[in-house]
Each structure stands twice: as structure tokens, then as C-alpha cells.
T-cell receptor
Framework: NAGVMQNPRHLVRRRGQEARLRCSPM?????VYWYRQLPEEGLKFMVY????????ESGMPKERFSAEFPKEGPSILRIQQVVRGDSAAYFC???????????FGPGTRLTVL | GESVGLHLPTLSVQEGDNSIINCAYS??????FIWYKQESGKGPQFIID?????DKRQGQRVTVLLNKTVKHLSLQIAATQPGDSAVYFC???????????FGGGTRVLVKP
């Protein structure tokens, strides 16, 4: 029973490039959450999605960041025109329902040069 | 606004002893709490959860206590083992919405 899958595990981008982070939820989970973590800090909520719908994007920066969870395929977190401040670990979590425990993937560590 | 905080940033424990990690939260409307364990380079691992209609829940070697009166959450680890060395986060969910708000984390170091 595979857990939450994320890829790539490590991503290096130069300033101005685009970063695409992928997340496949656990089997049977239709709720996906994205969080960002800076070194030695807790995770910060970014966005909550269900299939084809963004439910809560209150933690997402207004510019350059977008997320989707299509009917088929993984959830994608997209960061356009990356800046050094975007360097962080990005974690995806999934849950089978809206009021149930969230299970995290291994994360994608983004480094912006 | 919602916030979750921890009293101790680092906890050193002798192997075999019990560990207690504390967490304070500020949102009295929070209805669901989770403890996560995060090892270096890995994602948070679900340990145990508790809902606001309970004050205690036990798992394997772990117990979570919830005191809603003083908005305090604790995680007790029995017979701490070297594999328990990690950073532990408490997280809370408000009654409205499904996002988790995380505390800053407590590092647990188990001494052999």
C-alpha cells in the first residue's frame, strides 16, 4: 500500500525558471494539501484541493504560485519565475476525507540558485 | 489568528526513560489535533491524533493528552528508544476549514 508519492525529491532551478512539483495521494484519498517548510521551522499551509477543485488557497502567495489536482493524474504545484526565497521543502499530504488525518509524502526540496 | 507553539525546543532523554513533549495552542475553536514525527530529510510521519471531545488517547508507546481548559496538548512517549530521536510537531485544525497549523517543533535527542 504505497503512501503519498512526490517527485522530484530534489529540484534545482535558476532564478526566473519554473518549478513543477508533483504529488500522487495515497490510494483512496481524494483530498490533497500542500505545505512549505523552511529549515528548522514548522510546516506552513499553502493550499487544499479536491479533484478538479481548489477548496482553500489562503496560504498560497498571490503571484507566481498555482496548484491543480486534475481528474486524472497527480496534483501539481507550479512556481513560475522562481526566486531564491522560494527555496524550501514542499510537502504534500493527502486524506480520505475532509476531517481526517493527513498523511505526508517525502517532500520535494527546491533549491533556487 | 491561529497559532500553535511549543515550550521546549530541544529535549534530551535517556534511553528507556519516558518523554513528554508539550504544545500550547491559541485557537479555542480547534477541534482536531495531530502529533507528527519528522526525521531528517523526511516528511512528517503521523503518530497519533485526538479530537476535542476527548482528553486522552493512547497508541503504541504513545499517549496524547488534551487539556482544553488551558489549551494545552502533550505527547508522552514511553520507554524512549534511539529510533525516537527526531523533531516532533503538534498540529491543530480549526473548526472551519481543513488546513493544519503547525507548531515550531521540538527536537528529541535520545542518549544511549
Amino acid at each position: 500500500n504505497a503512501g503519498v508519492m512526490q517527485n522530484p525529491r530534489h529540484l534545482v532551478r535558476r532564478r526566473g525558471q519554473e518549478a513543477r512539483l508533483r504529488c500522487s495521494p495515497m490510494k483512496g484519498h481524494s483530498h490533497v494539501y500542500w505545505y512549505r517548510q523552511l529549515p528548522e521551522e514548522g510546516l506552513k499551509f499553502m493550499v487544499y484541493l479536491q479533484k478538479e477543485n481548489i477548496i482553500d488557497e489562503s496560504g498560497m502567495p498571490k503571484e507566481r504560485f498555482s496548484a491543480e489536482f486534475p481528474k486524472e493524474g497527480p496534483s501539481i504545484l507550479r512556481i513560475q519565475q522562481v526566486v531564491r526565497g522560494d527555496s524550501a521543502a514542499y510537502f504534500c499530504a493527502s486524506s480520505p476525507g475532509p476531517d481526517l488525518g493527513q498523511f505526508f509524502g517525502p517532500g520535494t526540496r527546491l533549491t533556487v540558485l | 489568528g491561529e497559532s500553535v507553539g511549543l515550550h521546549l525546543p530541544t529535549l534530551s532523554v535517556q534511553e528507556g526513560d519516558n518523554s513528554i513533549i508539550n504544545c500550547a495552542y491559541s485557537n479555542s475553536a480547534s477541534d482536531y489535533f495531530i502529533w507528527y514525527k519528522q526525521e531528517s530529510g523526511k516528511g512528517p510521519q503521523f503518530i497519533i491524533d485526538i479530537r476535542s471531545n476527548m482528553d486522552k488517547r493512547q497508541g503504541q508507546r504513545v499517549t496524547v493528552l488534551l487539556n482544553k481548559t488551558v489549551k494545552h496538548l502533550s505527547l508522552q512517549i514511553a520507554a524512549t528508544q534511539p529510533g525516537d530521536s527526531a523533531v516532533y510537531f503538534c498540529a491543530e485544525k480549526g473548526a472551519a476549514g481543513n488546513k493544519l497549523t503547525f507548531g515550531g517543533g521540538t527536537r528529541v535527542l535520545v542518549k544511549p
